[in-house]
Nanobody, 122 residues
Framework: VQLQASGGGLVQAGGSLRLSCAAS????????VGWFRQEPGKERETVAT????????YYADSVKGRFTISREKANNTVYLQMNSLKPEDTAVYYC????????????????WGQGTQVTVSS
């Protein structure tokens, strides 16, 4: 599986962005796909994950009620709709796949795409 993340950019606090993660190479059936973020000098953290088969989501507490993860099977893509963005959401965002079904641990995700920068100005 190859993953291509896109959609990052610069936005003012309170604004919105939608990230896309396009998968190629094989189906994501039975896998879980997630979005993660990393600030310079900090560890990568889980933002949201979703099961490909059933669309069951998981959200980190810091983004609940603001971010929505979804998937579109027809084009093998996972989205992260980010609303009410805050300066503390600024980070490089990555998408990744877990073949073991791990829900939220970063180490359960072994297939990674390149990152996309999200910058939220105050």
């Amino acid at each position: 599986v190859q993953l291509q993340a896109s959609g990052g950019g610069l936005v003012q606090a309170g604004g919105s962005l939608r990230l896309s993660c396009a998968a190629s190479g094989r189906s994501l059936t039975n896998y879980r796909v997630g979005w993660f973020r990393q600030e310079p000098g900090k560890e990568r953290e889980t933002v949201a994950t979703i099961t490909w088969n059933w669309g069951t989501p998981y959200y980190a507490d810091s983004v609940k009620g603001r971010f929505t993860i979804s998937r579109e099977k027809a084009n093998n893509t996972v989205y992260l709709q980010m609303n009410s963005l805050k300066p503390e959401d600024t980070a490089v965002y990555y998408c990744a796949v877990s073949v073991t079904g791990g829900v939220r641990r970063v180490e359960d995700y072994r297939i990674w795409g390149q990152g996309t920068q999200v910058t939220v100005s105050s």
